[in-house]
């Protein structure tokens, strides 16, 4: 069976960049700028406040899990006052291999593994757009335990050890959305995959992008009338049903053009499209040059390809029917 979620990840092709110890004792607070790569952290051990721009803080305790798939603005600090330090991220990389907050003498506070990833993926911006822009676990043992193996991997200098990493922050992204609350999450695929009416359809398009889908046809299958199912579907994902289902086309297309052996006519077959012609007006509309180019600077520059991001209006704005 075709599982949305596991498709979603596969095709943004996270990859490990580094991970490392940060503690924190006395009063402190670090304040750290949008970043926008997908970052994580698990507490190891203490307690301590977490801000995000746009949320209310959230208190950490040992055994938390923290994953930002688009790290916005954030500040981290102790629960007693302290004016926040600003911390430049790309430089945090580089330093020690533990970070010391506060008091530099006497054992910590607080003590946590964080780190971030890279997604290989020319549509990352939209991919993520589907994800929550914050999730926070207490509790998941398993969570705990696949980043203390992201941690000995990222620091031992053994035979495939990238091969392994990039592995292990996959299987780290599917246990960290799936053990999410999918009732609670904002508007996006997790929310929509919660919905078993809306995952009957959701399944359908990730399995079968190439199929004419309509409103009328996917209502079908989730068992809803057509109004009822775009009024739903529009509220739980953020988008329409057939901007999702273009938007997710031109996401398989571009994976498929980066590869070597494939030529646009048959990108277009498997995507849903009757001909290269059609398929080339639709993808340049959608992405902004024509597949040719995209897949020229694709094999020759393979991050340098840049994605859409996919917009998510208020749901407010899908209450009615089309």
Partial sequence: MTDPLAQVIA???????????????????????KFGQPSFCTMLEGECVLAVDGQPPLA??????????????????????????????????????EIRHGKRDGPPDVRMLGGYFDFDSPDAGLLVSLLPSLLHMRGVERMTQLVQLVRNESVEQKPARDLILERLVEVLLVEALRSAPCESAPPGLLRAMGDPRLAAAL??????????????????VAALSRSAFFARFSKAVGIPPMEYLISWRMAVAKNLLGRDGLDIAEVAGRVGYSSASTFSTAFARHVGQAPGRFSRVRRAHPRAASGT???IPSPAAFSGTP
């Fill in 11 to 33: 095709l943004m092709n996270p990859r490990a960049i580094y991970s490392k110890v940060i503690s924190g004792a006395g009063s402190w607070a670090v304040r750290y700028s």
């Fill in 60 to 97: 950490l305790i040992a055994g938390d899990f923290v994953l930002m798939p688009a790290t916005p603005g954030f500040t981290l600090s102790s629960f007693s006052p302290a004016v926040p330090v600003f911390m430049d991220p790309m430089k945090a990389a580089r330093d020690a291999t």
């Fill in 203 to 220: 399944r359908q398009i990730h399995g079968n992008p190439a199929h004419p889908w309509t409103v009328e046809d996917l209502a079908a």
């Fill in 309 to 311: 991001r996919l917009r």
